[in-house]
């Protein structure tokens, strides 16, 4: 009782909390038409539970703005996002901004396109909501992740499938309401180097290039509609083929040929790093002999192998503090026709 009078009293120190997960890079990601007609970037990500980041911000009102501090000190998108959300968040509450310290946790490995650094946006822009006693809306912190890194992943919407375009924090499509289970064998390729996409050439995306990806969104829309796995590691697929135009990751035959010897339904790749996933139907006989096959085989291969993980995660946590709970979880994905017990290595 104590707690809950100082943090509503005026001028009390208020302290807030907020996670957000991260991804397993992209299932498809290329340039698609939006309702007018529009050529978009979008990309849509594969979530993976378990790593993640955390924050806790405490806001001291009546300080200047300026008076933030940020511990890491480096987390500088993570620094304009607790700026931008700040501003939100008093203007909503009609107070004026102030300053405060901001914490920041996580153990997303940096540098493979596991989002690592929008999942430090998200769970900042949660905190600070939170330590307003708001609950931020998902396109107003997509809008928020936008601004403070120019591009951001959707997982401020969870375990959702969606197509979304990463450059403007908006969704294109609501694939349906969860992806086909899924259980997928991680792995790092080029040695698990950061991959510095800034220095990677621009592609310029013709006519041709809109229609194969628009046929590529058709057959991802008719996969999650059906809770087509095969299907899906298709798409996931082609759409790792064409980003090897850009990345040229060596180890991408390889990888495709031991999907094709030990029955997986595809692969995956981050196309901005180097996480990559066999992506196996947990419905098919001989799941883990097939999963223990794909991790000898990855071994054989010289690519280190890192998490094995599903897509129909058994628990829900809450993303953030209090003025959070209930809110934007995952959705719960269905059992699979065969239950799969394979956990997270």
Not at 181 to 203: F, M
């Amino acid at each position: 009782m104590i707690a809950a009078t100082r943090r509503n009293s005026p001028g009390a120190d208020r302290r807030g909390a907020g996670h957000a997960s991260c991804h397993h890079g992209e299932i498809l990601q290329g340039v698609f038409l939006d309702a007018a007609g529009r050529r978009c970037a979008g990309l849509v990500t594969l979530p993976m539970s378990g790593p993640g980041s955390g924050a806790e911000f405490t806001r001291r009102p009546g300080t200047p703005p300026e008076r933030l501090t940020v511990r890491p000190a480096d987390r500088t998108k993570a620094a304009r996002a607790a700026v931008l959300a700040i501003e939100e968040c008093a203007l909503r509450r009609g107070e004026p901004p102030c300053g405060g310290e901001l914490r920041i946790s996580g153990d997303i490995p940096v540098g493979l396109g596991m989002g690592s650094s929008t999942s430090d946006v998200i769970a900042v822009v949660r905190a600070v909501a939170d330590s307003y006693g708001i609950r931020l809306p998902a396109a107003a912190v997509a809008r928020l992740a936008v601004r403070a890194e120019l591009a951001c992943d959707p997982l401020m919407l969870d375990a959702r499938p969606v197509l979304f375009a990463q450059r403007e924090g908006r969704v294109l499509e609501v694939l349906g309401h969860r992806l086909p289970s899924l259980v997928v064998v991680g792995c790092a390729l080029g040695g698990g180097a950061p991959v510095d996409t800034l220095s990677l050439p621009a592609r310029e995306y013709d006519d041709h290039d809109v229609r194969a990806f628009e046929r590529l969104r058709v057959l991802l829309r008719r996969a999650v509609t059906t809770g087509d796995a095969a299907l899906l590691g298709r798409v996931a697929t082609a759409s790792a083929r064409r980003g090897q135009r850009l990345l040229r990751h060596p180890e991408f035959d390889a990888l495709v040929g031991i999907a094709r010897r030990l029955g997986a339904v595809g692969v995956q790749i981050a196309h901005s790093g180097a996480v990559a996933g066999l992506l196996l139907d947990p419905s098919a006989p001989g799941l883990h002999h097939r999963v223990r096959g794909c991790l000898r085989a990855l071994e054989g291969e010289g690519i280190p192998a890192t998490r094995t993980f599903t897509t129909f995660p058994t628990t829900k946590e809450s993303p953030s503090g209090p003025a959070h709970r209930g809110g934007h979880r995952p959705t719960g994905p269905d059992t699979p026709r065969r239950p799969a017990r394979v956990s997270a290595l």
